[in-house]
């Protein structure tokens, strides 16, 4: 059936195919591959034998129930299905830059482009901050102080992330993604489907009314657009081989 065989070559080429191969999501940190030469551009290594295994990541991996979006335990239904959403979308970005080198994660395509390394600290970036808007309660103008001296080259990017988002290894960048989430999902265990839904004070975009719900629902739809962007930039590295796989 054309829909099956269409359904079977999204999950293969998904950010969790990896799965259906049976590779390991917990073993050691993840190894990033040889640099490349002095004198030679930066290119992905070829594919090893066995993959790299997937980072740790928060909350604990189950693989029976990854696909399965709703409810999770530890946590009101709306709340955890927001939650199984935002373990989903983790992969997404962990599972293609596991094996990415410093170069790879440096490499600017131009002086306006973003480098993967640089898109990926401005996730955990965007996470810290919704937690404040939502857990901490906070409402600003514009970046507090504090935020802006940790956070504000990987929340803004452009010049200032270009000139300082640069030199880790892929074990910076998962740490503090996963750091972020662990965070997240602490505070979530917290609070319950009145506080997720109820309408706030504040305007939301467009001046109508805005959830806690639809914050977080924005964290996770942009992880889905920046995860994009990094396999764009992925497939597009000197010496990538080109695939078939669509994007």
């Known amino acids: 059936m054309h829909y099956a065989s269409t359904r079977r070559t999204f999950l293969a080429h998904s950010a969790?195919?990896?799965?259906?191969?049976?590779?390991?999501l917990f073993g050691q940190?993840?190894?990033t591959a040889r640099p490349a030469s002095s004198g030679q551009s930066p290119a992905p290594a070829p594919p090893p034998a066995k993959r790299t295994p997937m980072p740790r990541t928060?909350?604990?991996?189950?693989?029976?129930?990854?696909?399965m979006i709703g409810p999770r335990p530890g946590y009101t239904p709306q709340i955890g299905t927001m939650v199984s959403m935002l373990t989903w979308m983790e992969g997404a970005v962990l599972g293609p830059t596991r094996d990415l080198t410093?170069?790879?994660?440096?490499?600017l395509f131009d002086k306006n482009a973003n480098t993967i390394g640089?898109?990926?600290?401005?996730?955990?970036?965007?996470?810290?901050?919704?937690?404040?808007?939502?857990?901490?309660?906070?409402?600003?103008?514009?970046?507090?102080?504090?935020?802006?001296?940790?956070w504000g080259p990987?929340?803004?990017?452009?010049?200032?992330?270009?000139?300082?988002i640069k030199g880790h290894d892929?074990?910076?960048?998962?740490?503090a993604l996963r750091e972020a989430r662990e965070k997240t999902l602490a505070e979530f265990a917290k609070k319950d489907d009145a506080w997720f839904t109820t309408a706030?004070?504040?305007?939301?975009?467009?001046?109508?009314?805005?959830?806690?719900?639809?914050?977080?629902?924005?964290?996770?739809?942009?992880i889905s657009h920046h995860s994009g962007q990094i396999d764009f930039l992925i497939k597009r590295l000197p010496g990538a081989k080109s695939d078939d796989a669509a994007g």
């Open 29 to 31: 940190g993840a190894q």
């Open 154 to 164: 990987a929340m803004n990017l452009g010049a200032a992330g270009r000139a300082t």
């Open 102 to 107: 410093q170069e790879q994660l440096d490499y």
């Open 170 to 175: 892929v074990a910076y960048y998962q740490d």
């Open 200 to 222: 706030l004070k504040e305007p939301g975009w467009g001046g109508g009314p805005v959830n806690n719900y639809c914050l977080w629902f924005h964290v996770c739809e942009h």
């Open 118 to 150: 640089a898109l990926m600290l401005h996730l955990a970036a965007t996470e810290v901050l919704y937690q404040r808007i939502t857990f901490g309660n906070e409402n600003f103008d514009k970046l507090p102080a504090d935020y802006e001296a940790k």
């Open 58 to 67: 928060a909350p604990p991996y189950d693989k029976a129930t990854i696909n």
């Open 16 to 24: 969790l195919g990896v799965l259906a191969a049976g590779v390991p």
